[in-house]
């Protein structure tokens, strides 16, 4: 079940049609889709895709997508510190960044012209998508990270991050994710 916070405002939202309602004004998209397939650790990311062919192959036929992979992220990633560092500062990308959450947690943070900051947690079955050129940064989180998602691209060299450099993703660093 996501979660949308407004840290400056003390606000959350919980519900799917109120995060999908604040998104659709800011013209990022937001799902969720059923996600009832359980994966061990050792699940290939064709099995991942496969599971989700019902779902996926007709969205990304709408939206021109060619590709598809999955991210996987846990205690046990090596160099995730730097994997970790690379997501958290703030970012553009030259094509949509969409996710979609097979299971686990990760907490996306959109920095749009004269708005608060805020964020989305993601979960088990929450679809994401940020439009190109949107500022925003993930986190998976400090301590015992785990996110297995479906990325969809048009063209993988469009996710190479055009970072900001404006820091305010250390504004930021003390939230936690919400319980």
């Excluded at 994966?39 to 192959?57: N, R, V």
Aim: hydrophobic share 40%; proline share 4%.
């Amino acid at each position: 079940m996501a979660i949308l916070s407004i840290p400056e405002k003390n606000i959350q939202l919980s519900s799917p049609s109120e995060i999908r309602a604040f998104f659709e004004t800011r013209n990022i998209f937001f799902d969720q889709w059923n996600c009832d397939v359980e994966f061990h650790d050792a699940a290939t990311q064709e099995e991942i895709l496969q599971s989700y062919s019902k779902d996926l192959d007709p969205f990304m036929k709408a939206g021109g997508y060619l590709t598809a992979d999955v991210i996987s992220i846990n205690k046990l990633t090596e160099n995730y510190e730097a994997i970790r560092a690379k997501f958290l500062a703030e970012h553009t990308h030259s094509e949509d960044e969409i996710r979609f959450f097979v299971d686990g947690q990760g907490l996306f943070w959109f920095h749009l012209d004269n708005e608060p900051v805020f964020n989305l947690l993601c979960q088990k079955g929450d679809l994401i998508s940020v439009p190109a050129g949107t500022k925003h940064w993930f986190d998976a989180g400090a301590t015992d990270p785990f996110v297995k998602a479906i990325r969809i691209f048009i063209d993988m060299s469009g996710w190479v991050p055009e970072y900001t450099g404006s820091k305010i993703e250390t504004s930021f660093s003390g939230f936690s994710f919400p319980a």
